[in-house]
């Protein structure tokens, strides 16, 4: 069995390579500016606690080389399993069930992108949107200049259930970055693929 494991990790490691290296990170931080509609600060669950001033901060994990899921010619969509991505609202971590990056060229403020994440169970949504580059190609980015993005730079969360329950968070976005995602959490994503095409031969 040990050697079955080796070998079988030995594979994954030659035959993945080009997968894993399509796999990127977007981060993302910033500080919460406000709550709306007309909230001072957040006493329901996921948003507990926070307030004005609190940290915000984003990782979205992604495969660069898939297919949208929509095009419009305007603005092009894209949609992943949320495995490895999730977001701190102050100290409440909120992992996604799915995730989805959007690019879009609307002629007015210029090419800009989306990455929002959504927690299926209490139907919440956090995020950050990117304004004013120049416009975009529509392909998924590998890299990424915060510069820019002249239009508008806001990050946040929400709730797609109740906005009366639940506060809409706004916040800044201060950096982000595009790496290549954790060895480890690529490793996984391969190694799940892996198992399903044994489980289906």
Excluded: C, K
């Amino acid at each position: 069995m040990r050697h079955t494991t080796l070998i079988a990790g030995t594979i994954l490691a030659t035959f993945s390579g080009s997968s894993i290296a399509d796999m990127l990170t977007f981060e993302s931080t910033g500080i919460i500016t406000d709550f709306r509609p007309g909230f001072d600060g957040a006493d329901e669950f996921p948003f507990i606690g926070l307030n004005e001033g609190d940290s915000l901060f984003y990782h979205f994990e992604y495969d660069s080389d898939v297919s949208a899921i929509s095009d419009n010619g305007f603005t092009t969509t894209y949609e992943f399993a949320g495995a490895g991505s999730y977001a701190f609202l102050g100290s409440t971590r909120v992992d996604f069930d799915s995730i989805r990056i959007s690019i879009s060229s609307d002629g007015i403020s210029g090419g800009g992108i989306g990455f929002t994440g959504f927690v299926d169970d209490i139907g919440v949504s956090a995020g950050v949107n990117l304004d004013g580059a120049s416009p975009m190609s529509g392909e998924l980015p590998t890299s990424i200049d915060i510069n820019d993005f002249t239009w508008a730079r806001l990050s946040g969360a929400n709730s797609d259930q109740n906005q009366i329950t639940f506060p809409i968070v706004m916040g800044t976005v201060d950096t982000a970055t595009i790496t290549p995602a954790p060895a480890s959490s690529a490793l996984l994503l391969a190694a799940a693929g892996f198992a399903r095409r044994r489980r289906r031969a």
